[in-house]
């Protein structure tokens, strides 16, 4: 089983669509969690931090659900600036030498 | 307030040459990582450091792959020699805890032929 596993996509979905992401973690010991958004040739940028209670910023909401090891990433009211590539990431766990474990990512294309 | 900075960002060299990245990072940062991330796939993590000590290289091929971050400050990765399968962008971030957030340079993009 992959430490941090995503769905490819792509997911094509219409201006205002609501849109929702799975990732699923391998190690129960991970302590930290966050959804990076990637765009075409460009660098990952933090998108939010993903906590236990769960968190909304905007349009978009994080779920993470410890017993099940899975995150979730909900957008709302889809934009065409939206299109990217959403990367579900875990830290790994285990004290000071965690490390940070990427999924290969999702693709959205939000679409007129 | 400056980003991570990253050069080149592009280089195109034949297999079994070597080539090297260099990486600075955001001012008073002292974590940073190497990622290498191929073509539709997530950035792995090839090594990490806190100030100028390796607490992470596990997935680093040490074969064929050095990095160092001597002062703490920027950092360079060298691959010795270039395989065909190394062709990537190369990822350096940086950040002020190992657990919080990375922020990403621009990436060097590397083709080996």
């Known amino acids: 089983r992959k430490e941090v596993e995503q769905d490819p996509g792509p997911f094509n979905v219409p201006e205002g669509a609501t849109v929702a992401f799975n990732c699923t973690y391998s190690n129960s010991a991970s302590q930290s969690f966050f959804w990076y958004r990637q765009d075409c040739r460009k660098e990952p940028k933090l998108l939010m931090s993903?906590?236990?209670s769960g968190n909304e910023d905007g349009r978009f909401t994080a779920q993470l659900n410890r017993a099940s090891q899975y995150i979730s990433l909900l957008i709302r009211d889809s934009k065409l600036s939206d299109s990217a590539t959403y990367l579900c990431?875990?830290?790994?766990?285990?004290?000071?030498?965690?490390?940070?474990?990427f999924g290969t990512g999702t693709r959205l294309q939000v679409t007129l | 307030e400056a980003g991570v900075a990253q050069s080149p960002r592009y280089k195109i060299i034949e297999k079994r040459q070597s080539v090297a990245f260099w990486c600075n990072p955001i001012s008073g940062h002292a974590t940073l990582y190497w990622y290498q991330q191929i073509l539709g796939q997530g950035p792995k993590l090839l090594i990490q450091f806190q100030n100028n000590g390796v607490v992470d290289d596990s997935q680093l091929p040490k074969d064929r792959f050095s990095a160092e971050r001597l002062k703490g400050v920027d950092s360079t990765l060298k691959i010795q020699p270039a395989k065909l399968e190394d062709s990537a962008v190369y990822l350096c971030?940086?950040?002020?805890?190992?657990?919080?957030?990375?922020?990403f340079g621009p990436g060097t993009r590397l083709t080996v032929l």
């Open positions: 990431v875990v830290n790994g766990g285990g004290g000071t030498a965690s490390k940070l474990t």
């Open positions: 971030a940086s950040g002020t805890h190992l657990y919080n957030e990375q922020f």
């Open positions: 993903v906590y236990s």
